[in-house]
């Protein structure tokens, strides 16, 4: 079972998503396991700070170190020590996260991953170096927290876990497949226009339609 911690200031952001289709029935499978740390449950202080301003000024705050660290220490304090790590920070500069990216992670017999959700103006840079993680990025703008991303992060990676599709074959990657799909009916009406599915889809021809798929026009 691999287990994704994930390390949020707003853990009720990805609730509706993770309880839904593939991965709620991956959980429930247990294939893989989610779990929630909240920093400001580590924070210290009458109003349980968890940001400062940044040294050498400029807008906005920093996600203070410490209570990501105690929230890193308590996610792994649930598990055994002959677990396999990985620590992912999100971060627009980070690795460029890639279908292959997440199969080499499942390739590798990871077994929890902890995914740290920046907020504000970012992390403070110590505890990428402290906790030796990784910073990864699914593309290239700036989101308003790392929600997103770890969502985005698990989905694809649980994807790639034996059994969590209904057919590992189901993998969009693995198939020959073009980008275009059709269903019925095969002439759709649509504001007095008909819109038809490609001839070669309808001619019986294996192998046309394979070389369709694949770009080859016929």
């Not at 949020?8 to 509706?16: E, I, M, T, V, Y």
């Not at 740290?116 to 308003?144: F, H, M, N, P, Q």
């Amino acid at each position: 079972m691999l287990t994704f911690h994930i390390i949020s200031l707003f853990p009720q952001a990805l609730d509706s998503y993770i309880s839904e289709s593939i991965l709620a029935r991956a959980q429930e499978k247990k294939l893989i396991k989610i779990k929630f740390v909240n920093p400001r449950d580590f924070a210290e202080g009458k109003w349980k700070k968890v940001d400062g301003r940044p040294y050498s000024g400029g807008p906005g705050m920093v996600l203070l170190p410490q209570p990501l660290l105690r929230a890193v220490a308590k996610a792994k304090g649930r598990a055994s020590l002959n677990k396999k790590w990985k620590v992912v920070i999100f971060s627009p500069g980070g690795t460029v996260f890639t279908n292959t990216y997440a199969k080499n992670i499942v390739d590798k017999k990871v077994t929890d991953i902890i995914l740290i959700c920046g907020r504000y103006e970012g992390i403070d840079a110590r505890v990428k170096k402290i906790l030796k993680a990784e910073e990864v990025s699914i593309g290239d703008y700036v989101l308003t927290g790392g929600e997103l991303p770890a969502m985005i992060f698990m989905d694809a990676l649980s994807r790639q876990i034996k059994g969590v599709l209904g057919k590992f074959e189901s993998l969009e990657e693995n198939r020959v497949s073009s980008h275009e799909v059709y269903t019925r009916p095969e002439i759709l009406e649509w504001k007095g226009k008909k819109h038809r599915v490609p001839k070669v889809l309808l001619s019986g021809d294996h192998k046309k339609i394979e070389e369709w798929k694949t770009g080859r026009q016929v």
